[in-house]
Structure formats: structure tokens, C-alpha cells
């Protein structure tokens, strides 16, 4: 028996004492037993729970090694922007408009994942399913979202060098402040925010609600959350690009400037 086995004893033996000296007048009889939580507990497994479990480790195993897609490179996932996350981010804003009901969201404006969320690299070469699980564990479903220009550029204004979030159809650019870089201008496909208008973004309901602070108190003008997976999502459409010839491709590609426009004011200035 090892100490952390002896630990949990000891704990388990003064725990019961403790009960039975707090009894004052019992009016019951009662017993009780101290048990080791260690290896010895359940030394002995049961051969009919042990074959279930081989068949659906087999079968999960054979559902992890389905190859989806394929990659010429290696794609990495770090802030302020990456091969990865703005794949992701791009086939997210290309392609999920489809599983909304509200044909409202047939044209989206952009897209918001979390960099918490993408939690392992993609392969070079095949990409199976399992690979996708690694990548996004989580449970996370597609949220389409209509906000105003003026709630969404205030989400967005929160985004600095050390915290934002990746995104796809905006350019940010950013500017050198006393502690550290804070937007100057952003760009929603193409064109500054209009405080005013209305725009269409599909993310996930873990941001949708609130986390990573990304949408914290901003408000919605319509939200519609399904019952599709990130994850379901990405195997399903990765599918599709291997039925139509296509590899995966990501690469930078400034939507996340810094000091550019700064230096071209200075410059017109």
C-alpha cells in the first residue's frame, strides 16, 4: 500500500470516528469499515464489461482513423493570428450559413472562434477525424448571431496584442499605446463599421454566452444556436473539400496589421 493509499484510509477512519463521537443519543445501531481507495479495490474485472469495453474502444478507434482531409503542411494555431486559426475561421464563415434555419444568416459578415478552443496543431498529410477531436474537444456549437455596428465595434475595440480572438471577414489594425497595442481602425469586409447597420456573425455558443469575455455584455439584436457541432461541422466540411479535389490551405495574411496605419497617418500628416 502505497502513502497516498494510507492517506485516503486515514482520512476515511478519522471521518467516521469524527460522525460517531458527534452522535450523542443514537437511536440506531450502525457499523462501518474502512476502505482503501487503491488498485486492490477492483483487482478483478469483470470479463463481460472487459469484451464491451474492448468492442467500443475498437470501434471508436476505427471512427478516430477516418481520413478527411489532407494538408500539405503543418498548421499551427497562436495569437494574434495563424495558419490555423484563420482556416478555421475562413471555412467557418464560407460554409456554415447552410445550417441556419433563418435565412436571414444566407450572407454572413464574419466569423469568431477562441484560440482556448483550438487546442492542437493540424498534421501535415492526413487528417483524420481523431485529429479533429484533438484539435476541438470541446462540445461547441455553431450560434448565428445579427448585432449592430456599434455592439460589435465595441466588442472588437477589447482586442489588444495580448487579448483577441481569431476571426475571419475583418481586418484589425493596431497601434502602439502606452502598455500595449489597441485597435486604430477596423474593417468589416472591407469597409469601416457602420454604427448603424446591421451585420451577421456566426460563432459559438460558449462565446455567444459569455466566454473568454470575448461578447460579454454585448447585446443582439436575433441569435439562433443549433444543435451542430464545431466539430461535426469541420468533419462534414472537410469531406465535402476532399470530394471536390481541395487540400487544406491556411496562411497569415494581415487581417491583424500593427503599425501600419499609424505610420501611413504620420506619413499624410
Known sequence: MNAKSILVCIILSITAWGYAQNV?????????????????????????????????????????QVVVAQSDAELESYAPESPLSNFLTDILLNESSKYAKDTTFANLDLSMLNFGGIRASMPKGDVTVGDLYRITPFDNYLTFIVLKG??????????????????????????????????????????????????????????????????????????????????????????????????????????????????EIKTDE
Request: aromatic fraction near 12%; glycine fraction near 8%.
Open 24 to 64: 450523542s443519543a443514537p437511536k440506531h445501531r450502525y457499523s462501518y469499515r474502512t476502505v482503501c481507495l487503491d488498485s486492490t479495490y477492483d483487482s478483478k474485472t469483470d470479463p463481460k464489461l472487459a469484451k464491451y469495453v474492448a468492442k467500443k474502444r475498437a470501434q471508436l478507434e476505427k471512427r478516430m
Open 150 to 263: 456599434s455592439e460589435l465595434e465595441k466588442a472588437l475595440d477589447r482586442f489588444t496584442d495580448k487579448y483577441n480572438a481569431p476571426y475571419s471577414g475583418a481586418v484589425i489594425i493596431y497601434g502602439g499605446g502606452q502598455k500595449e497595442w489597441e485597435p486604430l481602425a477596423i474593417f468589416v469586409q472591407g469597409l469601416p463599421i457602420d454604427e448603424n447597420r446591421l451585420y451577421k456573425l456566426v460563432t459559438l455558443n460558449f462565446i455567444a454566452d459569455g466566454g473568454d469575455h470575448l461578447l460579454e455584455g454585448i447585446q443582439f439584436e436575433r441569435i439562433e444556436y443549433t444543435t451542430v457541432t464545431f466539430r461535426d461541422f469541420l468533419v462534414a466540411e472537410l469531406k465535402a473539400m476532399t470530394a471536390r479535389g481541395e487540400k487544406v490551405e491556411g496562411k497569415e495574411d494581415r487581417r491583424a496589421w500593427f503599425g501600419q496605419l499609424e505610420e
